[in-house]
């Protein structure tokens, strides 16, 4: 329908004025120089750097790994776990608690960094830990004797270790889906290897095993250590040599149902 002819409607189409503007008439008129402007490219690039790499460092350093099972392939025998120790479950083994950075990261006084505190709430929320190059006597399992000194192994490990935070070089994960760590506690601010001092209390023995043992290249320090417990006759070597069996001896007997 065409506009009558003293509208001014009319007159704009006569004109050229009325036409519309297409989308790629838009786009030619854009004045793209603002964005090749090193003004906004420079912030651009560097916001977008800085995002992509607090990304990275938080997977890398800050995620909480909650189970021997989430740890990477690329995490073993290159870093370590710093955390806190809800449960010691035998002579030498534990559960903790991962606190990456610590108190430094907020654990255990920002909102939402608390360390749980009842047994449901840490429910698959922990890190099963095996001492690397150490052996503790068997507690009593399914109907079977404890070895001597497994309580005060036991006792030992729960007093010098539960409720404290320690860091874990991790090696492996073992077969029962625990990381074979060595373990160390600052103990009047000293640095202390949990397993050596396991061995200095003769409360535990070198582990011994055809395959697979870790001690994270201290096993002759371990070794040392083991021996001059025997010769003091501390823990463990208090008794008659002909008297006593050692974890390992105690489990392969065991195994064989002897």
Not at 115 to 123: C, F, G, Q
Request: aromatic share 12%; proline share 5%.
């Amino acid at each position: 329908m065409r506009w009558p002819p003293w509208s001014s409607e009319c007159s704009k189409d006569r004109d050229g004025k009325g036409r519309s503007v297409t989308w790629t008439d838009t786009l030619n008129a854009t004045d793209w120089t603002h964005y090749t402007d090193p003004r906004t490219i420079v912030p651009t690039v560097i916001l977008t750097g800085t995002a992509l790499l607090s990304v990275r460092f938080y997977r890398t350093y800050l995620r909480r790994i909650p189970q021997a099972v989430s740890i990477q392939p690329g995490f073993w025998r290159r870093r370590s776990l710093f955390g806190t120790v809800t449960s010691v479950g035998d002579g030498d083994n534990f559960r903790l608690f991962h606190t990456p950075w610590g108190r430094m990261a907020g654990w255990g006084w920002m909102p939402g960094r608390r360390i749980p505190n009842k047994r449901e709430d840490l429910k698959d929320k922990t890190i099963h830990i095996r001492l690397a190059g150490v052996d503790a006597p068997e507690l009593a399992h399914f109907g079977r004797p404890p070895q001597p000194f497994s309580k005060e192994a036991l006792s030992w490990l729960t007093s010098y270790l539960l409720h404290r935070r320690v860091r874990a070089y991790v090696y492996k994960r073992d077969q029962y889906d625990r990381a074979v760590a060595t373990v160390y506690v600052r103990r009047w601010f000293l640095r202390k290897d949990v397993g050596l001092q396991m061995l200095k209390m003769g409360l535990a023995t070198v582990y011994e095993a055809k395959q697979g043992a870790e001690f994270g290249e201290l096993e002759d320090r371990y070794r040392k250590a083991e021996w001059r417990a025997k010769t003091k006759r501390k823990g463990m070597w208090a008794g008659k040599k002909k008297d006593f069996e050692s974890p390992r001896d105690y489990k392969t007997r065991i195994s064989q149902g002897t």
